[in-house]
């Protein structure tokens, strides 16, 4: 049987790094499932996150508006709408909205991950 959620009972975290945004959409507690976890995140003007990395799970990202740089261990990588991108497992990276508009993805992780690890563990 399909199970529907609506938007507005997703789950919210908000960072206490910066004022990026993040919507659960795919999660273990919601959909009972651990193959798969799926997040909406949106950067705000100048947001940036701390480096990390997943010993354990695929990371992709789908971007759907604005302009964003995606940081990985050796390069800076310019993404727009439309453009999918794959971290693998242990590649440490973290974004940055340099822009003053909205930067906005979905990303996906497979399988969900069992933990992330923080480059600087203050950082969490």
């Given at each position: 049987?399909?199970?529907?959620?609506?938007?507005s009972?997703?789950?919210?975290?908000?960072?206490?790094?910066?004022s990026?945004?993040?919507?659960?959409?795919?999660?273990?507690?919601?959909?009972?499932?651990?193959?798969?976890?799926?997040?909406?995140?949106?950067?705000h003007?100048?947001?940036?996150?701390?480096?990390?990395?997943?010993?354990?799970?695929?990371?992709?990202?789908?971007?759907?508006?604005?302009?964003?740089?995606?940081?990985?261990?050796?390069?800076?990588?310019?993404?727009?709408?439309?453009?999918?991108?794959?971290?693998?497992?242990?590649e440490?990276?973290?974004?940055?909205?340099?822009?003053?508009?909205?930067?906005?993805?979905?990303?996906?992780?497979?399988?969900?991950?069992?933990?992330?690890?923080?480059?600087?563990?203050?950082?969490?």
């Amino acid at each position: 049987m399909a199970k529907v959620v609506s938007f507005s009972d997703l789950p919210r975290l908000h960072s206490t790094r910066d004022s990026r945004d993040r919507i659960d959409l795919v999660t273990e507690e919601i959909f009972g499932t651990t193959a798969l976890k799926a997040d909406r995140i949106t950067y705000h003007p100048g947001d940036t996150a701390a480096a990390h990395y997943h010993r354990d799970c695929k990371h992709f990202f789908f971007v759907m508006e604005g302009r964003g740089v995606l940081h990985t261990d050796d390069e800076a990588i310019d993404l727009g709408p439309g453009d999918v991108v794959l971290v693998n497992e242990n590649e440490v990276h973290w974004f940055e909205n340099p822009t003053e508009a909205e930067f906005s993805f979905i990303e996906l992780w497979v399988p969900a991950p069992s933990d992330t690890v923080w480059i600087k563990p203050d950082d969490i």
